[in-house]
């Protein structure tokens, strides 16, 4: 299927001076659905207005893969058409690194909210790589089950930092520690907010960001099937496109 042009809902007038092309690096973004109520919430943070990156926007948690990712032992698996995904468009597709991708949208999401979707049925992890320790120290091992990728937006060349971001979806309801203090003045996350997607769409988030919450309602509208579309988001020219992943 070609790819649809959606330049239109991107400022792209906005982005500033152009800077050398990088490479974007991996990243990962876990997106917490709360359903206790009719009209289903999402979890966003809202940036410290300190930080260089976005500061004050209300965006989803989430950051950039790191080793210690792709060694964190876990609990299940990835469904097979999230594991599918994750591997096309990827010069170099490995399990390791889908799995890496998965675990740093959990441990993000632990950092910056303190929310950590584990399991306790498989014991305690015996062995933590260094910034896991808070998690296995809560006696769980992160949940790849509860997991599904839904998007994926690459940044747009030019831009000072650029990621290639995977997007996951996960319910409340498989969260299963907290840990309070995580989000504050001081903090990388300043305050949490659970909004609707309408309400969402009208909040001071990022273009990318209120596209994937559109992607998201009609994902959950349909049920968050695994074998719905997964879009990638990425830009030729000075033209950002919409393409499903295979």
Same mark, same amino acid.
């Given at each position: 299927?070609?790819?649809?042009?959606?330049?239109?809902?991107?400022?792209?007038?906005?982005?500033?001076?152009?800077?050398?092309?990088?490479?974007?690096?991996?990243?990962?973004?876990?997106?917490?659905?709360?359903?206790?109520?009719?009209?289903?919430?999402?979890?966003?943070? /809202?940036?410290?207005?300190?930080?260089?990156?976005?500061?004050?926007?209300?965006?989803?948690? @989430?950051?950039?893969?790191?080793?210690?990712?792709?060694?964190?032992? &876990?609990?299940?698996?990835?469904?097979?058409?999230?594991?599918?995904?994750?591997?096309?468009?990827?010069?170099?597709?490995?399990?390791?690194?889908?799995? @890496?991708?998965?675990?740093? +949208?959990?441990?993000?999401?632990?950092?910056?909210? @303190?929310? %950590?979707?584990?399991?306790?049925?498989?014991?305690?992890?015996? /062995?933590?790589?260094?910034?896991?320790?808070?998690?296995?120290?809560?006696?769980?091992?992160?949940?790849?089950?509860?997991?599904?990728?839904?998007?994926?937006?690459?940044?747009?060349?030019?831009?000072?930092?650029?990621?290639?971001?995977?997007?996951?979806?996960?319910?409340?309801?498989?969260?299963?520690?907290?840990?309070?203090? &995580?989000?504050?003045?001081?903090?990388?996350?300043?305050?949490? %907010?659970?909004?609707?997607?309408?309400?969402?769409?009208? %909040?001071?988030?990022?273009?990318?960001?209120? +596209?994937?919450?559109?992607?998201?309602?009609?994902?959950?509208?349909?049920?968050?099937?695994?074998?719905?579309?997964?879009?990638?988001?990425?830009?030729? @020219?000075?033209?950002?496109?919409?393409?499903?992943?295979?």
């Amino acid at each position: 299927m070609s790819p649809v042009d959606v330049t239109s809902r991107f400022n792209v007038a906005a982005r500033g001076p152009r800077h050398p092309t990088i490479r974007p690096a991996d990243a990962a973004v876990l997106i917490l659905v709360d359903r206790s109520k009719r009209t289903p919430r999402l979890l966003f943070g /809202r940036r410290n207005p300190a930080m260089r990156f976005m500061p004050g926007k209300l965006v989803f948690p @989430g950051g950039r893969l790191e080793p210690k990712d792709r060694h964190m032992p &876990v609990y299940g698996m990835l469904d097979a058409e999230s594991e599918r995904r994750l591997a096309a468009r990827v010069v170099r597709p490995s399990a390791a690194r889908s799995r @890496g991708l998965a675990l740093a +949208a959990i441990r993000e999401a632990f950092e910056e909210t @303190g929310l %950590a979707l584990g399991t306790r049925e498989a014991g305690t992890p015996e /062995r933590m790589p260094d910034g896991w320790q808070d998690f296995g120290a809560a006696g769980l091992f992160p949940n790849l089950e509860a997991l599904t990728f839904v998007a994926r937006a690459i940044t747009p060349p030019g831009l000072v930092r650029r990621f290639d971001t995977r997007f996951f979806i996960a319910d409340l309801a498989d969260v299963s520690h907290r840990v309070d203090g &995580v989000i504050g003045p001081e903090r990388e996350f300043v305050e949490a %907010a659970w909004l609707t997607p309408d309400e969402a769409r009208g %909040a001071e988030i990022p273009d990318i960001t209120r +596209a994937i919450v559109e992607e998201v309602e009609t994902r959950l509208s349909g049920g968050n099937k695994p074998w719905l579309p997964v879009p990638l988001y990425f830009a030729r @020219g000075k033209r950002m496109y919409r393409e499903p992943l295979a």
